[in-house]
């Protein structure tokens, strides 16, 4: 079983950065492929990035270019850093695994297992 547990989140400014991280446990990181989701208010959950064994990655349209996801597999630890931060990406940030050889995926329901979330708030 694999546990995953997201921190780093809190209230930042427009034009503002953040880093976010997910710790695993339970399994090696280097197993695993790693994704992060988004749930802002009144929206359905969304992709946001997503970082394979090899540390290929790939990220939703609305956050290219501002936003990074990274691994760190010594630590077993995943991390968001997110640039240029604007109101609507205020959402609570879920981190999620899946095994490594299936690789990553945009779609959260391929997906096994899940953090509870930390919650990022954009505002002045």
């Known amino acids: 079983q694999v546990q995953l547990v997201e921190s780093g989140g809190g209230l930042v400014q427009p034009g503002g950065s953040l880093r976010v991280s997910c710790a695993a446990s339970?399994?090696?990181?280097?197993?695993?492929?790693m994704g992060w989701f988004r749930q802002g208010p009144g929206k359905e959950r969304e992709f946001v990035a997503a970082?394979?064994?090899?540390?290929?990655?790939t990220y939703g349209d609305s956050v290219k270019g501002r936003f990074s996801i990274s691994r760190d597999n010594a630590k077993n630890t995943v991390y968001l850093q997110m640039n240029s931060l604007k109101p609507e990406d205020t959402a609570d940030y879920y981190c999620?695994?899946?095994?490594?050889?299936?690789?990553?995926?945009?779609?959260?329901?391929?997906?096994?297992?899940w953090g509870q979330g930390t919650q990022v708030t954009v505002s002045s």
């Open positions: 339970g399994r090696t990181l280097s197993s695993l492929a």
């Open positions: 999620a695994a899946r095994p490594a050889y299936r690789g990553t995926s945009s779609n959260q329901y391929l997906y096994d297992y």
């Open positions: 970082i394979d064994r090899s540390s290929s990655s």
